[in-house]
T-cell receptor, first 114, second 111 residues
Framework: DVKVTQSSRYLVKRTGEKVFLECVQDMDHENMFWYRQDPGLGLRLIYFSYDVKMKEKGDIPEGYSVSREKKERFSLILESASTNQTSMYLC?????????????FGSGTRLTVV | RKEVEQDPGPFNVPEGATVAFNCTYSNSASQSFFWYRQDCRKEPKLLMSVYSSGNEDGRFTAQLNRASQYISLLIRDSKLSDSATYLCVVKRDTGRRALTFGSGTRLQVQP
């Protein structure tokens, strides 16, 4: 089975800090994604990457950046954390976007910004 | 208007009941469709893909109506373990190559 690993399950950071969320997948998938999930809003796409060093903005990229230097690793960066970025962050990967087997998600990082 | 809309529920049903969820999508260019299941405080997991001809997986049946732009999920003989949030998911065939998720419908199966 594909495994997607997110480095932290829970994280507490202070306003203004630079925050790195790491995601690693072990199945040589081309595509990787970062979503955030908030009650009533569902999953919203922040950024995705379909190849090394390639990235595309999703629906809510403001305040975030990403890095994909190696195929297996996709990092989400909060340049200056704010309280409205308190959320559950989910990383996912897929071999092809929208393929019938969908995405595999990591177990999520619950980030609290204080 | 959200691209994918679902009734948030909760749907409270007794064990053994049949329950159906609907989902509507606004982009007629949507190409691929899925149902995901998400347990409380867990990540979403693929439940099943949805095909134009409809498809079944055990007690679960998914239907797609392209003309009306809605997707349905039917669960027969509900089990306590079916309690979860069910996410409707679509992908367009143009533009952004990523999945769009509905907010989910919460199901609570009661003994």
């Amino acid at each position: 089975d594909v495994k997607v690993t997110q480095s932290s399950r829970y994280l507490v950071k202070r306003t203004g800090e630079k925050v790195f969320l790491e995601c690693v997948q072990d199945m040589d998938h081309e595509n990787m994604f970062w979503y955030r999930q908030d009650p009533g809003l569902g999953l919203r796409l922040i950024y995705f990457s379909y190849d090394v060093k390639m990235k595309e903005k999703g629906d809510i990229p403001e305040g975030y950046s990403v890095s994909r230097e190696k195929k297996e690793r996709f990092s989400l960066i909060l340049e200056s954390a704010s309280t409205n970025q308190t959320s559950m962050y989910l990383c996912a990967s897929s071999w092809r976007p929208g393929a019938s087997y969908g995405y595999t998600f990591g177990s999520g990082t619950r980030l609290t910004v204080v | 208007r959200k691209e994918v809309e679902q009734d948030p529920g909760p749907f409270n049903v007794p064990e053994g009941a049949t329950v159906a969820f609907n989902c509507t999508y606004s982009n007629s260019a949507s190409q691929s469709f899925f149902w995901y299941r998400q347990d409380c405080r867990k990540e979403p997991k693929l439940l099943m893909s949805v095909y134009s001809s409809g498809n079944e997986d055990g007690r679960f049946t998914a239907q797609l109506n392209r003309a009306s732009q809605y997707i349905s999920l039917l669960i027969r003989d509900s089990k306590l373990s079916d309690s979860a949030t069910y996410l409707c998911v679509v992908k367009r065939d143009t533009g952004r190559r990523a999945l769009t998720f509905g907010s989910g419908t919460r199901l609570q199966v009661q003994p």
